[in-house]
C-alpha cells in the first residue's frame, strides 16, 4: 500500500481529497431546512362598459410577464433590504452554519450579502403551469418559514403598488383632460345660446327651410296668377277691373318674394344665410366639444375600472411549508458526486503522466 502511494501521489492527493470533503459532508456540514411555496398572479375580474382605450392606456402586459416582474423583484436587493429589516438576514445567517455555509461577514457590504442572498432563495419560474416555485434555506425551520411568507407579502405588496401608480397617473391625466374639456364644452355652448339670444332665432337653419318652402309656394301661387292674366287677356281689356285685380296680386306677390329672398341672401347686412352658416359653425364646435367631453369620461370611467384590474393577488398554490426535518445539504448525494469526478479527474491525470513519461523514454 505504502508502495502505492509512493508510486502513485496523484491518486494519494485524490483519495485523500475525497476523505475530507466526505468528513465534511457527514461530520461538519450543519443541517439547513428548506420551506417550498408555489404562488400563482390573478387579476380581480371587473366588468367594464364596451368600450375600446387600449390607444388611450395602452396595453397591459401578459400572465408571464408579471410572473418575471414579481421573480426579478423577488431576487433584488430591494427585497433583500426588506427581508434584512423584518428578519434579521444578517444575524440568522452568520450565527448559524459551519464555516463554509454561514455568512462569514456579518457586516457584508450590499453586494456580498446580495450574492450570499441569492445562494439560500431560488424563485423558478414554470412557464407551463403559469406559476412560481420559491425555495428557501435556513438553519431553522421556522426562520425558512417566516423567509418564504415574507416573500410571498412583499411580492404582492410591490405587484399591487406597481399597478396602483400606473393607474393613478392615467387617471389623474384624464382628470385633468375631463376638466379642460368640460371647460371647452362649457364656452362653445355658452356661444351657441350668446348668439341664439343675440339674433332671437333658435335655429336659423330651420328658418331658412321654412323659408324657403315660402318662397316656393309664393312663386307656385306667382304662376298660377300669370296663367290666369294670360287666359283673362285673351277676351278682357287691360282696363277690366279683373284684369286689374289679377295684377295687383302679381305684383304684391313678386314684392313679397322679392322681401323672403332679401332676408334670405343680401349683400350687405346680416342676412339669413351668413347667420345660418355662422350658426352652424358654431353648432359643429358645440357638437365636437360634447363628444369628446362625452368620450373623455367614458375613458375616465374605464380607467377607474382598469385599476381594479391591475390589481395582482398573489394566489398560493402552495402554502410555505413548515420544515419537519432538514433537507439539505443533501450528504451522500454531495460526496458521492465530488468523489466521481476526483477520480475521474485523477484517472484522466494518471494517464497523462503516464504518456509523458513514454515519451520520454
Same mark, same amino acid.
Given at each position: 500500500?505504502?508502495?502505492?502511494?509512493?508510486?502513485?501521489?496523484?491518486?494519494?492527493?485524490?483519495?485523500?481529497?475525497?476523505?475530507?470533503?466526505?468528513?465534511?459532508?457527514?461530520?461538519?456540514?450543519?443541517?439547513?431546512?428548506?420551506?417550498?411555496?408555489?404562488?400563482?398572479?390573478?387579476?380581480?375580474?371587473?366588468?367594464?362598459?364596451?368600450?375600446?382605450?387600449?390607444?388611450?392606456?395602452?396595453?397591459?402586459?401578459?400572465?408571464?410577464?408579471?410572473?418575471?416582474?414579481?421573480?426579478?423583484?423577488?431576487?433584488?436587493?430591494?427585497?433583500?433590504?426588506?427581508?434584512?429589516?423584518?428578519?434579521?438576514?444578517?444575524?440568522?445567517?452568520?450565527?448559524?452554519?459551519?464555516?463554509?455555509?454561514?455568512?462569514?461577514?456579518?457586516?457584508?457590504?450590499?453586494?456580498?450579502?446580495?450574492?450570499?442572498?441569492?445562494?439560500?432563495?431560488? /424563485?423558478?419560474?414554470?412557464?407551463?403551469?403559469?406559476?412560481?416555485?420559491?425555495?428557501?434555506?435556513?438553519?431553522?425551520?421556522?426562520?425558512?418559514?417566516?423567509?418564504?411568507?415574507?416573500?410571498?407579502?412583499?411580492?404582492?405588496?410591490?405587484?399591487?403598488?406597481?399597478?396602483?401608480?400606473?393607474?393613478?397617473?392615467?387617471?389623474?391625466?384624464?382628470?385633468?383632460? /375631463?376638466?379642460?374639456?368640460?371647460?371647452?364644452?362649457?364656452?362653445?355652448?355658452?356661444?351657441?345660446?350668446?348668439?341664439?339670444?343675440?339674433?332671437?332665432? /333658435?335655429?336659423?337653419?330651420?328658418?331658412?327651410?321654412?323659408?324657403?318652402?315660402?318662397?316656393?309656394?309664393?312663386?307656385?301661387?306667382?304662376?298660377?296668377?300669370?296663367?290666369?292674366?294670360?287666359?283673362?287677356?285673351?277676351?278682357?281689356?287691360?282696363?277690366?277691373?279683373?284684369?286689374?285685380?289679377?295684377?295687383?296680386?302679381?305684383?304684391?306677390?313678386?314684392?313679397?318674394?322679392?322681401?323672403?329672398?332679401?332676408?334670405?341672401?343680401?349683400?350687405?347686412?346680416?342676412?339669413?344665410?351668413?347667420?345660418?352658416?355662422?350658426?352652424?359653425?358654431?353648432?359643429?364646435?358645440?357638437?365636437?366639444?360634447?363628444?369628446?367631453?362625452?368620450?373623455?369620461?367614458?375613458?375616465?370611467?374605464?380607467?377607474?375600472?382598469?385599476?381594479?384590474?391591475?390589481?395582482?393577488?398573489?394566489?398560493?398554490?402552495?402554502?410555505?411549508?413548515?420544515?419537519?426535518?432538514?433537507?439539505?445539504?443533501?450528504?451522500?448525494?454531495?460526496?458521492?458526486?465530488?468523489?466521481?469526478?476526483?477520480?475521474?479527474?485523477?484517472?484522466?491525470?494518471?494517464?497523462?503522466?503516464?504518456?509523458?513519461?513514454?515519451?520520454?523514454?
Amino acid at each position: 500500500m505504502q508502495h502505492f502511494f509512493r508510486k502513485y501521489p496523484h491518486w494519494t492527493l485524490a483519495l485523500l481529497a475525497i476523505a475530507a470533503v466526505t468528513f465534511y459532508w457527514f461530520a461538519m456540514a450543519q443541517d439547513r431546512y428548506v420551506s417550498r411555496a408555489t404562488v400563482v398572479l390573478e387579476s380581480p375580474q371587473v366588468a367594464s362598459p364596451d368600450i375600446n382605450f387600449a390607444s388611450l392606456l395602452g396595453a397591459g402586459g401578459g400572465g408571464s410577464h408579471d410572473l418575471l416582474l414579481l421573480r426579478e423583484y423577488l431576487l433584488s436587493v430591494d427585497m433583500l433590504k426588506r427581508v434584512e429589516e423584518e428578519l434579521d438576514f444578517r444575524g440568522h445567517y452568520s450565527q448559524n452554519g459551519d464555516i463554509f455555509a454561514r455568512l462569514r461577514n456579518p457586516e457584508a457590504p450590499i453586494e456580498d450579502l446580495h450574492k450570499y442572498f441569492l445562494r439560500r432563495v431560488d /424563485v423558478e419560474m414554470d412557464e407551463y403551469a403559469g406559476v412560481l416555485n420559491i425555495r428557501v434555506e435556513a438553519f431553522t425551520p421556522e426562520f425558512a418559514h417566516q423567509f418564504v411568507s415574507l416573500l410571498l407579502q412583499a411580492g404582492e405588496d410591490h405587484m399591487n403598488s406597481m399597478g396602483h401608480r400606473l393607474a393613478q397617473e392615467q387617471v389623474r391625466f384624464l382628470k385633468g383632460q /375631463v376638466e379642460n374639456l368640460k371647460d371647452r364644452f362649457d364656452e362653445t355652448r355658452a356661444e351657441l345660446l350668446s348668439f341664439q339670444n343675440e339674433h332671437g332665432l /333658435v335655429s336659423p337653419t330651420s328658418t331658412v327651410e321654412s323659408l324657403n318652402q315660402v318662397v316656393a309656394t309664393l312663386e307656385g301661387e306667382l304662376a298660377r296668377l300669370q296663367a290666369q292674366r294670360n287666359a283673362l287677356s285673351s277676351f278682357q281689356s287691360e282696363q277690366s277691373s279683373e284684369m286689374r285685380r289679377v295684377q295687383s296680386e302679381i305684383t304684391a306677390l313678386r314684392e313679397q318674394i322679392e322681401k323672403q329672398r332679401d332676408r334670405l341672401a343680401q349683400t350687405a347686412g346680416n342676412s339669413l344665410n351668413s347667420i345660418s352658416a355662422e350658426y352652424q359653425t358654431l353648432e359643429l364646435q358645440a357638437q365636437f366639444a360634447q363628444k369628446t367631453y362625452s368620450s373623455a369620461l367614458a375613458a375616465l370611467e374605464n380607467t377607474r375600472l382598469e385599476a381594479a384590474r391591475q390589481l395582482k393577488q398573489v394566489s398560493v398554490l402552495q402554502s410555505p411549508l413548515l420544515p419537519e426535518y432538514p433537507t439539505e445539504p443533501r450528504r451522500l448525494y454531495n460526496s458521492s458526486v465530488f468523489a466521481l469526478i476526483t477520480i475521474f479527474l485523477t484517472f484522466i491525470f494518471g494517464m497523462m503522466l503516464m504518456i509523458i513519461k513514454d515519451h520520454r523514454d
